[in-house]
């Protein structure tokens, strides 16, 4: 177990709709990463959170979104769903807003229909 | 476009063998190189991380980086029924704090 939590463990929702996922990150760390696995395949970088403010983003466009609030625990928001979009959504914690090694949590898996 | 390349398996190897997972990365500039085991159905877990030339040793495991011949490694020695899991290699991308991962070397040990 690493000490980090997602929330919710499965979600369906219906294409064009919104959704929102949440990660405690473990104690100690203040980085929160967001990755994106399809079926298959390794996971994707969508952005990185250090100190509340998003410090590096990947290829994904912006109705991707995040937050991070100032005890460290962050949302990944998705507006206008796209059936592409179901994955299993990972949050990934470490500390400082380095290449420190990171720690995923369970994942969300978001199915779209 | 900075790529980590990963033979995709599966790899069968017999219970008691050594495993030897391989990865290479384009980006010369990568300084922190990092082993994942996956289940099915499940996140990565970190098994090794890795950052300067030569072997790390961690219990059955042994990572081995060669930055010149941008190419890591991963054998599990004495290998067992549940180290039967997705490898994945994550590389630290130059100038940023991502993580590219590879699509995973699905293992297979066989009773």
């Known amino acids: 177990e690493t000490g980090v939590t997602q929330s919710p463990t499965h979600l369906i929702k219906t294409r064009g709709q919104q959704v929102t996922l949440r990660c405690s990150s473990q104690s100690g760390h203040n980085t929160v990463s967001w990755y994106q696995q399809a079926l298959g395949q390794g996971p994707q970088f969508i952005f990185q959170y250090y100190r509340e403010e998003e410090n590096g983003r990947g290829n994904f466009p912006p109705r991707f979104s995040g937050l991070q609030f100032p005890n460290y625990s962050s949302e990944l928001n998705v507006n206008a769903l796209e059936l592409d979009d179901s994955a299993l959504y990972l949050c990934?914690?470490?500390?400082?807003?380095?290449?420190?090694?990171?720690?995923f949590g369970p994942g969300t898996r978001l199915l779209v229909l | 476009q900075k790529e980590v390349e990963q033979n995709s398996g599966p790899l069968s190897v017999p219970e008691g063998a050594i495993a030897s997972l391989n990865c290479t990365y384009s980006?010369?500039?990568?300084?922190?190189f990092f082993w994942y085991r996956q289940y099915s159905g499940k996140s990565p877990e970190l098994i090794m991380f890795?950052?300067?030339?030569g072997d790390k040793e961690d219990g059955r495991f042994t990572a081995q980086l060669n930055k010149a011949s941008q190419y890591v490694s991963l054998l599990i020695r004495d290998s067992q029924p549940s180290d039967s899991a997705t490898y994945l290699c994550a590389v630290g991308a130059s100038g940023t704090y991502k993580y590219i991962f590879g699509t995973g070397t699905r293992l297979k040990v066989l009773a």
């Open positions: 980006d010369r500039g990568s300084q922190s």
């Open positions: 890795i950052y300067s030339n």
């Open positions: 990934a914690s470490s500390s400082q807003g380095t290449q420190e090694t990171q720690y």
